[in-house]
């Protein structure tokens, strides 16, 4: 394992932990990294209870960035704080991150906090990118949430902490920006308690409100911590609350409202307070007991602990460093993560996220030096314009769940059924790369050489290890750490076209690398309806926006880009049962295919494969090939549609039946399924149904009611309307095509005093005339 530290802590933590160095090396930004060796396995543990993997979540313009690289900058790690409008941070390095100032991709980095080490990764807050927080969050142990102080917990924020509930991680949440005009504490925690559905543990009072705030009162030491609002916030003063001032009793009354909360959600603690402290709250001194007690809590996601602070004034981010320390949980406080039953000390490791460093130009810090830096380039790729010549760009993310990855080592992938060779190892530090020869479990690395591995996929030692483990995992049912990918169906789609023939194979091949990338983004050529032309599909206009400035910048394409469109989808509305017997003859030689399938419409599914339901056969006697050939044939027919020509969503079938003539050639399969899945859809009374966005608004009161106006001419639903600090929220749900030029629309209509939030909430039918709109458009 590697560790990057500062030199001025390098001597408190060789006095206290780490007593095992191998070598030191000292690079031009006066760092000194540290390779910790140890071969006996308590000391391995010692290590990994030190690491911290973490990610920042929250609403787009929260603060994540900008929190960031103040850890960054107080951990020693960098010399001089970043800042996103000056498009100096080191977090957000891709330059369509610094022209938008808002985070495109999630950026991992590893540095120190007092005798820590922080695997951290910075996810984007936009709508947009909610797979790239996904699959980040899926690789974690815990995450602090920055929530804004003047505005509560936000659209966005409710998504990825639905995420993570999905992971079960432990959280902190650090209100920012309470400098902020509109700043409101108590709001905050009322929306968190709401609107995530978890407890709040308060664990730090502000010092001024808005404009005067200077600090926090830290409520389990009662120490009142304050920061000069005109320094870099190294230096702040630490003093204990004097109970004659002002802030004492305030602070003091939500010092015993939080010992409360913790009693009630740990009856040992409630024992103990009892026992000794006859239930006077008051009386209670044991600091260590009481934060041992709030670490149980939000580990098994009780509560979260909440702190305070503003980041872009550098105030109450250190304490909000020790707070990760002490309250969220290393690798090896999470059962999710204990592997070591079923590969003892073999190799464990799960692939979260792929790029290509064709695109980027590695250079040396120094000659001496391991690390390199990835800056934006792409004119290698000019001279790599097939992918089959690019296998050896590819960089694999991945996290370490058990034993031990070397350089150079083979390794197993199930899902693909093939052996790939670990040619290097990095450690990420943001755009930075420092090669290492092995990483231990715990850690999060980079890994060159890995050509089939995917988004998702886990890699062991061997096949026999895995299929072993496997068992026995499914025996004691343990769940299985392949990462299933949630993505979300995709809203716009616009088609895409190379400049000149000689360009198409580039155009291929970095469309291929842009959607291994980033799986949220797809690309169809579908010859017969899109005349031969390509169509991307994604998530939202801003993804499309930054897949193409990537085209155009990273891979020197000047391709043409056809217009936005609403991806309408079609659905069945009743269940049906289909039947055919497909005749074809091949010389003199006469084949049939005799198939009846169920189709049905089930709401939010996703189809991947059909289910083989034949009656009274073993199912697993059918053909692997005569399978493949069922679910080509349909998928062909639910991606062709039956009303304009829309993808199927939401439709689920069933092979109830399946005969064929001996030696049938597959190609007649498919096209037996292909036909009998269109004659069950035209019989299945389907309708055209359109994405409808769940629409967050908040503006001021003077133009609250032309806001509302608005809505209700754009066709919303279920419009809700809260005020708060002469702030007005207005929440609807409404379709797509009615929000096309709402961003500009908007901006004149409330004079740029507004802003809003979009994402996807379901599918609706459309109406008859805009029906008869689709139908005019698309000529038919």
């Not at 108590?186 to 559905?197: A, F, T, V």
């Not at 062909?636 to 109830?656: C, E, M, Q």
């Amino acid at each position: 394992m590697l560790i990057k530290i500062s030199s001025k802590n390098y001597l408190s933590c060789i006095n206290t932990k780490f007593k095992y160095i191998k070598n030191i090396e000292s690079n031009k930004f006066n760092y000194t990294s540290i390779r910790l060796i140890s071969s006996e396995t308590n000391k391995d543990e010692n290590l990994i209870r030190l690491i911290r993997n973490i990610g920042v979540i929250a609403h787009v313009d929260a603060g994540k960035t900008t929190t960031t690289e103040r850890m960054l900058y107080y951990s020693g790690y960098t010399k001089n704080i970043g800042n996103v409008d000056d498009g100096n941070t080191v977090m957000d390095f891709m330059d369509q991150e610094r022209e938008r100032g808002i985070t495109i991709t999630s950026a991992a980095i590893t540095f120190p906090w007092k005798n820590h080490f922080f695997n951290l990764i910075d996810t984007p807050g936009h709508v947009d990118f909610t797979f790239e927080v996904e699959r980040s969050l899926r690789v974690l142990d815990g995450a602090i949430a920055i929530i804004d102080a003047s505005a509560g917990v936000e659209a966005q924020t409710m998504t990825v902490w639905r995420q993570s509930n999905k992971y079960k991680l432990p959280r902190i949440a650090f209100i920012n920006k309470m400098d902020k005009v509109g700043s409101d504490l108590d709001h905050c925690l009322d929306s968190i308690e709401k609107k995530l559905n978890t407890i709040p543990l308060q664990l730090q009072h502000p010092v001024g409100k808005e404009k005067s705030f200077r600090g926090v009162i830290d409520l389990i030491n009662m120490k009142k911590i304050t920061w000069n609002q005109e320094s870099d916030g190294k230096i702040f003063e630490s003093r204990n609350l004097d109970p004659n001032d002002p802030a004492f009793k305030p602070a003091f009354s939500r010092r015993i409202d939080l010992i409360e909360k913790i009693a009630r959600l740990n009856e040992d603690f409630a024992q103990i307070l009892l026992d000794k402290y006859n239930m006077e709250f008051d009386k209670m001194d044991d600091n260590v007991l009481l934060e041992s007690y709030i670490r149980k809590s939000c580990l098994s996601s009780l509560a979260t602990p909440v702190l305070c602070g503003s980041s872009f004034k550098n105030t109450a981010i250190q304490p909000a460093m020790d707070a990760i320390v002490k309250y969220l949980p290393s690798p090896l406080d999470l059962e999710k993560n204990n592997y070591e039953p079923f590969y003892d000390k073999s190799l464990f490791m799960v692939c979260f996220k792929i790029i290509h460093d064709h695109q980027k130009s590695r250079k040396r810090t120094n000659r001496s030096s391991s690390k390199i830096i990835l800056q934006t380039n792409a004119a290698n790729t000019l001279n790599k314009p097939k992918p089959d010549e690019a296998q050896d760009d590819i960089l694999t993310f991945v996290r370490v769940y058990n034993g031990e990855l070397h350089a150079k080592s083979k390794v197993y992938n199930p899902a693909k059924d093939v052996k790939e060779t670990c040619d290097k190892i990095y450690i990420p530090f943001s755009n930075e790369l420092e090669q290492v020869q092995k990483v231990g479990a715990g850690n999060i690395a980079i890994v060159h050489g890995l050509t089939k591995t995917t988004t998702g996929d886990i890699l062991v030692h061997n096949k026999q290890l895995y299929d072993k483990a496997s068992h026995r995992m499914q025996v004691e049912n343990k769940t299985e750490m392949q990462m299933e990918l949630d993505i979300a169906n995709p809203v716009y789609f616009c088609t895409v076209e190379p400049e000149s023939e000689s360009d198409e194979k580039r155009l291929n091949f970095a469309l291929e690398c842009l959607q291994r990338e980033d799986p949220s983004l797809r690309v169809l050529v579908n010859e017969e309806e899109n005349l031969g032309q390509t169509v991307i599909q994604g998530q939202g206009q801003l993804h499309l926006e930054v897949v193409k400035d990537r085209i155009l910048k990273e891979y020197k394409l000047n391709a043409y880009f056809g217009p936005l469109n609403i991806a309408y989808k079609e659905m069945p509305t009743r269940n049906v049962t289909q039947e055919i017997k497909f005749e074809k003859s091949l010389g003199e030689r006469k084949f049939f295919v005799k198939i009846e399938l169920h189709l049905e419409p089930r709401s939010d599914f996703k189809f991947k494969n059909a289910k083989i339901l034949l009656q009274n056969e073993n199912n697993s006697e059918m053909p692997i090939d005569s399978i493949n050939a069922l679910n080509h044939g349909i998928k062909s027919a639910l991606n062709k549609g039956v009303i304009l020509r829309y993808p199927f969503i939401n439709t689920d079938v069933h092979i109830t039946k399946f005969e064929t003539s001996q030696a049938v050639p597959v190609p007649y399969i498919s096209s037996a399924a292909y036909q009998c899945t269109i004659k069950a859809l035209e019989n299945a009374e389907c309708v055209v149904i359109q994405p409808v966005m769940l629409l967050d608004v908040n503006t001021s009161k003077d133009y609250s009611s032309k806001v509302y106006s608005d809505l209700t001419r754009r066709n919303a639903l279920n419009i809700k309307i809260s005020e708060l600090n002469k702030i007005v929220n207005i929440s609807a749900k409404v379709p797509l095509a009615k929000l096309r030029t709402y961003s500009s629309d908007i901006r004149k209509l409330t004079s740029g005093n507004t802003t809003f939030n979009i994402e996807f909430d379901s599918y609706d039918q459309i109406s008859q005339r805009e029906f008869q709109d689709l139908l005019e458009k698309k000529n038919f």
